[in-house]
């Protein structure tokens, strides 16, 4: 079974810019989109609309970081603080390269950092960059299982 | 009654010293959500616009195609525009961080930087032996991005283009020369060259936020140094900047 790619994005734009993103870049994962802070954790945690959900943490979270209700960083040392989600790795997927979000980002624990770059091509290609490499050829922590792509 | 008085006005410092702090973090803050709301609508057209002229250019005639593209074009100089202001209030607030900069590789670095700006023409580099100075490299690197940007950029009209890097040592700091043999100035202008938005050329001729060489100025008077401009029309320009051995405090 392949983890899932969580995409937490608030804002329909950038939605649908990275969803498109996503597709040209023909990961396999399948994309599960919230659209807060809050729904975030209901997934990762499985509560409320996901305590149906399967166990187990994605294979890399895309985190805005400016998200309604409970902010990208609060979701990151949340999951830090959770043993289970403690090694998952999640990505900073940002508009703007504030250092002070840049430093409290690595204090609590980021795999890697990135801003949206302007141009269309050159975003398709740092998602589908960051899809592969987390997806793809990232070895994940141990327990978790690795998504073996198949044999052409 | 003196201490009254003396009483009185440390109160008056202290309120004044309060307001200060309020108003720096309010800016801060105002920059800081500018830098961030600001910049994802323009990457939002940006994106939407170059998906329109890759999905639907079939049902665009050719006039439609150059109206996105000049949609495109004026977003993502919006964004040059709003990362260059931020970027101006930042060198006007951040504190300096002093480390010994080793100019010779800053300059090799940043022309490797730049690379794409002058691609597919003939640039000819004369860079000196440079000395290594106390600065913060990080202003540094932006004041000497803009400098040696600004000499690609207006020496796109020469066949070949000659830009020079040259280092004199005072006996209180040095001083640094980035010379072009592009389309120069007119010297009758040259106080208004280092002001925020001010340009010397129109947009067709040269493109440019105008924010560029404020940014110099403010980066090089930051560490307690000068700049200064020599420049003829079609006779190429030089830039020069002096950063002295003992920086300001603080």
Sequence with gaps: MLKPILLVEDNPNDLE??????????????????????????????????????????AVVLLDLKLPKVDGLEVLRDARDTPSLKS???????????????????????????VKPVEFQEFVRAISDLGIFWAVLNEPPPGSVRYLPPKV | ALLGIVLGRAE??????????????????????????????????????????????????????????????SARFAGKLVDDLLSFSQMGRASLRPAAVDM??????????LEDEFKGRQVKWHIADLPTINADPMFINLALHNLLANAIKYTSTREI??????????????????????????????????????????????????IGLANVKRIIERHGGRVWANGEINKGATFSFFVPNTLPEG
Excluded at chain 1, 28 to 55: C, T
Excluded at chain 2, 177 to 187: A, I, K, P, Q
């Design chain 2, 161 to 210: 283009a000659e830009i020079s890097v040259l280092a004199e040592q005072e006996h209180d700091g040095n001083v640094f020369h980035v010379s072009d043999n592009g389309v120069g100035f007119n010297m009758e202008y040259v106080h208004k060259l280092f002001g925020v938005f001010q340009r010397l050329h129109r947009m067709e001729e040269f493109q440019g936020t105008g």
């Design chain 1, 88 to 114: 998952m790795p999640v990505v900073m997927l940002t508009s703007s390269r504030e250092e002070q979000d840049l430093v409290r980002s690595y204090e609590l624990g980021v795999n890697a950092y990135v």
């Design chain 2, 12 to 73: 008056q410092m202290a309120d004044m010293a309060e307001e200060l702090g309020r108003a720096n973090k309010e800016l801060e803050s105002f920059s800081y959500s500018v830098s961030h709301d600001l910049r994802a609508p323009l990457r939002h057209i940006v994106g939407f616009s170059d998906l329109l002229l890759e999905m639907e250019s079939a049902q665009l005639s050719e006039r439609g195609s150059r109206f996105v593209r000049n949609i495109k074009d």
């Design chain 1, 17 to 58: 810019l990275t969803l498109i993103a996503l597709e040209k870049s023909r990961l396999a994962n399948e994309v599960v989109v919230v659209r807060d802070g809050a729904e975030a954790l209901d997934y990762l945690h499985r509560r409320g609309n996901y305590s149906e959900r399967p166990i187990g943490a994605p």
């Design chain 2, 104 to 113: 010779n590789s800053l300059v090799a670095l940043t022309i490797e930087k």
